[in-house]
């Protein structure tokens, strides 16, 4: 999910769940605690340099159980990142106290919900580290184009 996303999901509620990858729900009363940009400058273990940007909301529960965080102040805590930090449209990625150490996870809307999503590893060099990659699937396009000197037109079926 988009910073932009969020944003418009808020922006059409009088209030907000984010749910657990176990189907469970964050507490009602959590705080988000900051709003920031984390940005990962790497080496792939292929040797090639890779950057990546992220949007970091941090969760956190506390004992104050009369607090709820209300859909447009978290539309303003966003914004205010935004414009401070220059953010962008970036992808959001969400860190929550798990039992034993911080947990990250990407954050998605479903069926009116906000829910946390498991993040995994990956190698991101396959073919340089010896492992198979499937072939990509030739399709050939030329029946997708249309006859009106090629050009593609809404509802034409060639998008």
Excluded at 89 to 118: C, H, M, W
Excluded at 128 to 151: D, N, Q, R, T
Aim: aromatic share 6%; charged share 25%.
């Amino acid at each position: 999910m988009l910073l932009s996303e969020l944003k418009s999901f808020l922006s059409a509620r009088d209030n907000f769940l984010i749910r657990l990858p176990d189907g469970n729900a964050v507490e009602s009363h959590f705080h988000v605690t900051e709003v920031g940009e984390v940005t990962k400058h790497f080496i792939d273990c292929g040797g090639k340099v890779r950057r990546e940007r992220v949007a970091s909301l941090q969760l956190w529960s506390a004992d104050d159980y009369n607090h709820r965080l209300e859909p447009g102040k978290l539309v303003k805590i966003v914004g205010i990142a935004e414009r401070e930090l220059g953010l962008g449209d970036l992808p959001i990625e969400v860190e929550y106290q798990g039992t034993e150490t911080i947990q990250k996870f990407n954050l998605e809307a479903v069926d009116g919900e906000l829910r946390l999503q498991s993040k995994t590893t990956a190698c991101l060099a396959l073919e340089e580290c010896g492992f198979p990659v499937a072939a990509k699937k030739m399709v050939s396009l030329a029946g997708s184009i249309s006859k009106g000197g090629g050009a593609c037109t809404p509802g034409g079926g060639c998008c």
